[in-house]
């Protein structure tokens, strides 16, 4: 509707003609980001071909796109690591952002990563309105989704919320010993 009406209203009024192609190029921007990223979900075949950092980097454009939030990303070290945990974050990440997106009311959303000898860590935090954890109702299974795909590889899944003051998850994973120790 916005790109069928802006011709006319640019004949009566330019600023708000202008105003009309910032939200409709905004528009555009955020569906074709959400669209690579349901081309991505459907091709289960193609996630596991990319390493963390391409998957948290998608991740993060599609978020900015659809949630119109600043969406600052820092990957230090972001080697090599088992598919199974570049998912698992991947997955960790993905629902963080949608809770961020529907719930927090946040403007801006910092997202690290970071992987050494030992093992892998994330870092998600939000300027948004927090929440507190004991009130969460258990209809609202995406928290205990995440601390059960990081059990499910020996991870360690933090939450720390306070209303008013934002969230932050801290999701780590260690190499096994042998692996650790030997490459």
């Known amino acids: 509707m916005i790109a069928e009406s802006t011709p006319i209203i640019w ?3 330019q600023l708000i003609g202008r105003q009309n192609m910032d939200k409709l190029s905004l528009l555009l921007r955020s569906a074709l980001a959400e669209m690579r990223s349901l081309l991505l979900e459907l091709r289960a075949d193609v996630l596991p071909t990319q390493d963390l950092e391409q998957l948290l980097t998608n991740l993060a454009d599609a978020t900015r796109a659809r949630g119109n939030l600043t969406v600052a990303t820092s990957f230090q070290d972001v080697g090599v690591v088992p598919a199974a945990v570049a998912m698992t974050f991947y997955r ?3 629902e963080a952002m949608n809770n ?3 719930h927090a009311e946040a403007s801006r959303i ?3 990563a970071s992987t050494d ?3 892998v860590t994330l870092h998600i935090r939000d300027d948004g309105r927090g929440f507190d954890l004991c009130a ?3 209809s609202c299974i995406g928290l205990s989704i995440m601390a059960e795909r990081m059990q499910k590889i020996g991870g360690d899944l933090r939450i720390q919320s306070t209303p008013g003051h934002g969230t932050e998850i801290k999701a780590t994973w260690s190499r096994p ?3 650790s120790t030997h490459g």
Request: without cysteine; charged residues 35%; negative net charge.
């Open 136 to 138: 969460v109702p258990a």
């Open 110 to 112: 910092e997202l690290a």
């Open 177 to 179: 010993q042998e692996e």
């Open 100 to 102: 961020i997106i529907k």
């Open 92 to 94: 960790i990440s993905q």
């Open 11 to 13: 004949e009566k009024n």
């Open 117 to 119: 000898a030992d093992g």
